[in-house]
């Protein structure tokens, strides 16, 4: 080995030669491919240039401040000027399912930095890509991707570049297509994904909504999402001939992200206050509530017939049926239906028996602390709701004195 160094047998590179001339630039290095390389493989005219008090002040600046405006775009970015080399990241989308996962999160980050750098040209350039939306779908269980799909709505910040993206996926129809996903014949994973994303847009836009909310224009994905034939539509693939409990977890996650009410009231809104909470900004979409009533009876069912699960032995005796998840958030939505003490959903709910059922598996499950927990929310929702809010009306202190007819129902 001595003996190879000493002859300086190994290849030189162009890196050495630019070295050689007195006025090489560190731009000029940076641009050389083999840069890196040559750094971890120490050469040593690399790195006393490198060490070289202006090198590292150059470099620490190149860290931590944006290029200069004045500076040649292409320059500045450029994969995000060179359309073959965005062309060339993009095909990654190409491959078939699945990716690998390691891939696709460097392809995400990649992508991800670049919208945020330079949203306006990444972005026109996705929208000249019909099968963008496509292969992000095709894609959505993979979990970079669904990221990728998020920080394409969170990377950019000036409003009507924002506002142009959230209309261009509205236009591609991307919520009624991540509905379409959360099917009994999808896989999990895409189930899974899918659901998360469209409860990130709908947190996502009810947050800008709160930031901006001298803004005219509503957020195209949330009100698309809010409709009552998209709900429906989630909710008919979730009630289809098999019961799939991923598919029915993941469809009741959106709807419990949906009827989170911490938000401003608009029209087509109903504002409501759970117990302890002061009257402020709370609302849930009447459609919403419409689509959920509809399907009370098919969530009773599941309560008395979930999907089938395998006998559970326990230290303390034989679960058949365990709780399992799906009745678990099946009460997990009933509670959030009872914090928004509609009259005609609390009414449907007392002709089911749903309450009584829910307490039943209560005392029947007497060592399961998730579901206790659950059940203790809904009692407690009904003990402190002393009223009936129809979807039309507006809670006040003087409708404190009407019946608890629920709060009836279940003594």
Known sequence: TSMFWKFDLHSS???????????????????????????????????????????LEDLVSFIIEEPPQDMDEKIRYKLGEDESLLMKLYSFLLNDSPLNPLLASFFSKVLSILISRKPEQIVDFLKKKRDFVDLIIKHIGTSA???LLLRLLTCIEPPQPRQDVLNWLNEEKIIQRLVEIVHPSQEEDRHSNASQSLCEIVRLSRDQMLQIQNSTEPDPLLATLEKQEIIEQLLSNIFHK????????????????????????????????????SHSACLVNKSVLEAIRGRLGSFHE???????????????????PPVGNTRLNVIRLISSLLQTNTSSINGDLMELNSIGVILDMFFKYTW????????????????????????????????????????????
């Open 368 to 411: 399961n602390n998730f579901l206790h927990t659950q059940v203790e929310i809904c009692v407690a929702l009904i003990l402190a709701s002393p009223f009936e809010n129809t979807e039309d009306s507006t809670i006040t202190d003087q409708d404190s004195t009407g019946d608890n007819l629920l709060l009836k129902h279940v003594s």
């Open 242 to 277: 098999e019961k799939n409990e991923s598919a029915i977890v993941s469809a009741i996650q959106i709807l419990l992200t949906l009827l989170e009410t911490r938000r401003p009231t608009f029209e087509g809104h109903i504002e409501i206050c759970p117990p302890g909470m």
């Open 145 to 147: 991707i669904m990221d």
């Open 13 to 55: 590179s162009h890196i050495d030669t630019l070295l050689e001339r007195e006025d090489v630039t560190l731009k000029e290095l940076m641009d050389e491919e083999d840069v890196l390389q040559e750094c971890k493989a120490q050469n040593r005219k690399l790195i006393e240039f490198l060490l070289k008090a202006e090198c």
């Open 302 to 320: 599941l309560l008395l017939e979930p999907p089938k699960k395998s006998v559970m032995k326990t230290t303390w005796g034989v679960l058949d």
